[in-house]
């Protein structure tokens, strides 16, 4: 399937595109938010866009081949520091936008091990060189460290169950593919929540072995505090999230770099405290007509912020 762009226009309209300006697209997916930004960048603009998936990078390369605006890097986003480094302008970038999580044919192809829904080797890896396969990663596993994996990274309440039925089944053959690990989950989750539940009773666990593997929310805290360093004065950040896990962090990252942290009796006040963001309206959710034509969409949630010229920058001390 295509990939349909979540927010497409809310989210490169927040970026506020300047015609010559430097934009990042941390997650260049199938292009879709980067075709709109281009659309929108004069001849002298450029935009570096990031993935850490060689087939969307190889898509990238097939279908903007001979754009010379644009600059593909295959790296995780962790890495948005250095390359920003290496192909940006000393006075920063003036927008990064962030589209979180997986594109469609990532979730479709069953080879690449991510959905419950088509059967294929158990793998789940953004990047299939970096990092072990999602069969690897459960054929080690604790038992007590894959409860805390599904109910925090999943917020599955039978993560006990679940992970006890993991164990017993690993233990009778190792479990290889996609439609082995979601039929454990079946078997695991009483009856009455599987027949009740709206969504596959193996979505939570698919979730969350997924981040675990994929070291999704290190990753994000990282290219957030890389991002908000690497913009321009009055350049934005614009993320898109797709659960409450990353959202959250999203939140607390463009919280921490805004607001001073609330007064404690420790800590009464924070004279010292000097903002590098101000963030720019508010939570944005995908209108209900974006969300009845594209599934995806329904989870979706973006926040924008703008980088604040720090007094006394670049002044030495
Ligand atoms: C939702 S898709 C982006 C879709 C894109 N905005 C579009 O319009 O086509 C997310 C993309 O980000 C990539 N991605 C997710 N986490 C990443 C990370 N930590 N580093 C680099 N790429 C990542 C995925 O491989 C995927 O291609």
Redesign the pocket.
């Known amino acids: 399937m295509n ?4 927010l ?1 226009e809310a ?1 490169v309209d927040a970026l506020n595109v300047r015609e010559n300006g430097i934009y990042l ?12 930004i281009l659309d929108r960048l004069g001849p002298r603009g450029l935009l570096i866009a ?4 060689p ?2 990078i190889a898509f990238g390369e097939r279908e903007f081949g001979e754009e010379p605006r644009l600059r593909l890097v295959r ?5 948005l520091g250095s390359v920003v480094g290496q192909l940006g302008p000393d006075s920063g970038i003036d927008g990064i ?10 979730l479709d192809s069953a080879e690449r091990g991510f959905s419950f829904r088509h059967d294929g080797p158990l793998d789940m890896r ?2 299939p060189d970096a990092g072990v396969p999602a069969a690897d990663w459960l054929a080690e596993v604790s038992e007590a460290e894959l409860v805390e994996v599904l109910s925090s990274l999943g917020e599955e309440r039978f993560a006990r169950r679940i992970a006890r039925g993991i164990l017993a089944a690993r233990e009778r053959s190792p479990i290889r593919t996609t439609a082995a690990l979601a039929a454990v989950v079946e078997r695991a989750v009483p009856g009455h929540a599987v027949h009740s539940a709206r969504i596959h009773p193996a979505t939570r666990t698919f979730q969350a072995i997924r981040i675990a593997v ?3 929310l290190e ?2 805290d990282e ?1 957030l505090q890389a991002a908000i360093e690497a913009l321009a004065p009055g350049g934005r950040l614009v993320v ?1 999230s ?1 659960h409450s896990l990353e959202d959250r962090r999203v939140k607390q990252a463009l919280r921490a770099a805004s607001q001073p942290p609330p007064a404690s009796r420790r800590m009464p006040s924070a004279p010292d405290f000097r903002p590098r963001l101000k963030t720019v309206g508010k939570l944005v959710r995908p209108s209900e007509v974006e969300q009845a034509s594209n599934p ?1 969409a329904r989870s979706a949630r973006m926040r924008v912020a703008e980088r604040i010229a720090v007094a006394g920058q670049g002044e030495s001390a």
């Open positions: 990939h349909v762009p979540v497409e989210a697209d941390a997650t260049f997916g199938r292009g879709g938010h980067a075709r709109r990031l993935d850490a998936d087939e969307a790296c995780n986003f962790r890495e936008l962030m589209d979180l999580g997986l594109s469609s044919p990532q953004m990047d994929n070291r999704e990753a994000l290219a898109i797709f995806r």
